[in-house]
């Protein structure tokens, strides 16, 4: 096998059958043996049944994994990834946002030697506040992990076997692939790709979900935050030295004073949001660490659908 597509789904109801239909007309004019592995991530629309019904009609290059709820797009892919078989395996969006009409692109990268290849979006077709947050968050990665992506939202991504077996030896449950896939890579490339809008439905990442999966790139693969901690309170310290030495003089040259009140409450509630903050950075790091030692299985497979079974021992 040659060739392993990796597409986690989440109530993509409207866009499997065109992804399918795209996916097969590129890939069956490859001169490669291929596979689409559609990974369901727990969905409660009709998914499920149209993956059946595909499946069904050519389980010769699909394979489909039933999840037993909703363990998130990253662990959908880490999956996928176990179950695949080919040498280079791709990855991409099931809601048509990266065409696979790119997928070319892509491998003719791999071919050139590069272990992975990053799809980076030309003209990125999402809001203004996903893009610019995003461009934020790339600055903020690149400055406290060192991990060089040029466009870390893009799941349209070629890696090679040898990264994904590395990535499969990586047991962590709060992981971000393209960060982890880096981590591992020796000769990173990248090519420029189309994006497109949503072709139905909406996206799957609230605020909230989106900031906890950047506090996984985060926590995941740097100390940075907690060292900021440890900083801001050392800075905090050698400026409350001053300022107590300060009050010291004035009482002495001054004498006793009495006003000032606000100027107090003020500094005081920045100080207590600074400390909230404080714990809850640590508290982040804690969480993640409670989740590993917990030990339990990263997400649950209620049934795969695959004509050859890959010989692998789950978790
Ligand atoms: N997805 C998933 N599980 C989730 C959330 C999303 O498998 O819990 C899938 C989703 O079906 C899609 C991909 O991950 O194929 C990217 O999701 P989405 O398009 O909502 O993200 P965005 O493009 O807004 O970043
Ligand atoms: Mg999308």
Same mark, same amino acid.
């Given at each position: 096998?040659?060739?392993?597509?990796?597409?986690?789904?989440?109530?993509?109801?409207?866009?499997?059958?065109?992804?399918?239909?795209?996916?097969?007309?590129?890939?069956?004019?490859?001169? +490669?043996?291929?596979?689409?592995?559609?990974?369901?991530?727990?969905?409660?629309?009709?998914?499920?049944?149209?993956?059946?019904?595909?499946?069904?009609?050519?389980?010769?290059?699909?394979?489909?994994?039933?999840?037993?709820?909703?363990?998130?797009?990253?662990?959908a892919?880490?999956?996928?990834?176990?179950?695949?078989?080919?040498?280079?395996?791709?990855?991409?969006?099931?809601?048509? +946002?990266?065409?696979?009409?790119?997928?070319?692109?892509?491998?003719?990268?791999?071919?050139?030697?590069?272990?992975?290849?990053?799809?980076?979006?030309?003209?990125?077709?999402?809001?203004?506040?996903?893009?610019y947050?995003?461009?934020?968050?790339?600055?903020?990665?690149?400055?406290?992990?060192?991990?060089?992506?040029?466009?870390?939202?893009?799941?349209?991504?070629?890696?090679?076997?040898?990264?994904?077996?590395?990535?499969?030896?990586?047991?962590?449950?709060?992981?971000?692939?393209?960060?982890?896939?880096?981590?591992?890579?020796?000769?990173?490339?990248?090519?420029?790709?189309?994006?497109?809008?949503?072709?139905?439905?909406?996206?799957?990442?609230?605020?909230?979900?989106?900031?906890?999966?950047?506090?996984?790139?985060?926590?995941?693969?740097?100390?940075?935050?907690?060292?900021?901690?440890?900083?801001?309170?050392?800075?905090?310290?050698?400026?409350?030295?001053?300022?107590?030495?300060?009050?010291?003089?004035?009482?002495?040259?001054?004498?006793?004073?009495?006003?000032?009140?606000?100027?107090?409450?003020?500094?005081?509630?920045?100080l207590?949001?600074?400390?909230?903050?404080?714990?809850?950075?640590?508290?982040?790091?804690i969480?993640?660490?409670?989740?590993?030692?917990?030990k339990?299985?990263?997400y649950?497979?209620?049934?795969?659908?695959?004509?050859?079974?890959?010989?692998?021992?789950?978790?």
């Open positions: 096998m040659d060739l392993s597509v990796v597409i986690p789904i989440y109530n993509e109801e409207q866009n499997i059958v065109p992804l399918y239909e795209r996916l097969n007309n590129v890939l069956s004019k490859l001169s +490669q043996g291929y596979e689409i592995i559609f990974i369901n991530d727990g969905s409660r629309d009709s998914s499920a049944q149209i993956l059946d019904d595909i499946y069904s009609k050519d389980s010769s290059h699909v394979r489909v994994i039933h999840f037993n709820g909703n363990f998130g797009q990253h662990m892919i880490m999956s996928g990834f176990e179950q695949s078989i080919g040498q280079t395996v791709v990855t991409l969006d099931a809601d048509l +946002q990266n065409p696979p009409e790119e997928i070319p692109k892509l491998l003719a990268e791999i071919a050139k030697g590069f272990d992975i290849v990053e799809g980076v979006r030309q003209v990125r077709k999402d809001n203004a506040f996903r893009r947050a995003s461009r934020l968050n790339n600055w903020i990665r690149q400055k406290t992990t060192g991990i060089q992506l040029r466009d870390q939202g893009s799941m349209l991504r070629a890696y090679d076997r040898r990264v994904i077996e590395l990535m499969l030896m990586s047991k962590e449950r709060s992981t971000f692939i393209p960060a982890l896939a880096y981590s591992y890579a020796s000769n990173p490339g990248f090519v420029n790709v189309e994006h497109a809008e949503r072709n139905s439905g909406k996206s799957k990442y609230s605020i909230a979900r989106l900031l906890r999966l950047h506090f996984d790139l985060m926590a995941g693969f740097s100390s940075a935050p907690l060292q900021f901690v440890t900083f801001t309170g050392m800075g905090v310290a050698a400026l409350s030295f001053l300022f107590f030495i300060y009050m010291i003089l004035r009482r002495i040259i001054i004498g006793p004073e009495a006003e000032g009140l606000f100027t107090l409450f003020a500094i005081q509630f920045f207590l949001g600074l400390l909230l903050f404080s714990v809850g950075i640590v508290g982040e790091y969480g993640r660490i409670y989740l590993e030692v917990r339990r299985p990263r649950v497979i209620r049934k795969t659908l695959s004509k050859e079974e890959k010989t692998t021992s789950h978790e």
